[in-house]
């Protein structure tokens, strides 16, 4: 059930390429997208003082992916972390989502974002990662970090 809203995202955006060379499907924190354009994907934290002040860089290589968000403090969805956002990257929306919430789980505080970014990495798929525990962050991997502006 970890990976279902990744699921959604990747299927109906792979059907949309039929019709389209380019797509970005956003379900809920969980992006399918194939693009050639650079684009940036802002990261929502709830109350941290860290959301929506920055943002992920996507290349602009044609390539599909899939970047999926968990939170243990925003949204409906059961965590069993407290992160306020677990992020992952892959070439693949269902394994970014699977793995967005297996490292969010790990976290119950900001001394665990190192541990939660080794899991990440030990994942393979998995392109890169990011965590924010209130004015904490940290990230792996294909990660381009960008200051979004007001």
């Known amino acids: 059930m970890a ?6 995202s990747e299927f109906t955006g792979k059907d949309l390429l039929a019709h389209s060379k380019e797509v970005i499907v956003e379900n809920g924190g969980d992006i399918f997208l194939k693009t050639s354009r650079k684009r940036v994907v802002s990261i929502y934290a709830g109350s941290s003082p860290l959301s929506g002040k920055i943002g992920i860089v996507i290349r602009g290589d044609n390539i599909s ?80 970090l960008t200051r979004l502006e007001p």
Not at 3 to 8: E, N
């Open 65 to 144: 992916r899939g970047i999926c968000t968990s939170s243990g403090t925003v949204g409906h969805s059961l965590s069993f972390g407290k992160a306020d956002a677990a992020v992952a990257l892959s070439d693949s929306a269902i394994l970014a989502d699977a793995a967005a919430t297996a490292i969010g789980n790990v976290v119950k505080a900001a001394d665990d974002i190192p541990a939660s970014l080794e899991i990440a990495r030990s994942i393979p798929g998995i392109t890169g990662a990011l965590i924010i525990v209130g004015s904490k962050l940290g990230a792996w991997g294909d990660v381009c």
């Open 3 to 8: 990976a279902v809203a990744g699921a959604i």
